[in-house]
């Protein structure tokens, strides 16, 4: 399994980014916070793609906030096949997933809290996305 996460799974498109806000939903696992909504595929061919955001007024100095997206950019690299496995599905083939996770808490987390939470977000992201369809 390739485990890279490369800049193709960077979501730059602001308008993009402006239609998750205004129609995406909304997943939660403390402290992370998950909007998706899927987008016809565009030129890129990852199943989804992210945008990590850690906010300026919980972490004042731009060095901690940048070791937290980096911890969780390496968190999401290890568990992308979870997401992966189940966008590979006939039915996702046409589509991409937009994301949009923000870190919500006060203190640095530890790479292995941020971990678990990052594999619970991602299968509560399947199980919601799933029962939706029904």
Known sequence: MNQSFGKEYKLCSKKVIDELFESGQRVNAHPLAL????????????PFQVVVSVPKRLFKHAVDRNRIKRLIRECMRKN????????????YQNQQLALFLVYRDNKEPEY?????????LFVTLITTIEKNEK
């Not at 292995?112 to 619970?120: E, G, R, S, W």
């Open 112 to 120: 292995q809290f941020l971990y678990q939470k990052m594999t619970k």
């Open 80 to 91: 992308k096949s979870i997401l992966e496995d189940f966008l590979a599905k006939e039915k």
């Open 35 to 46: 909007t998706y909504k899927f987008m016809d595929k565009t030129a890129s061919k990852t």
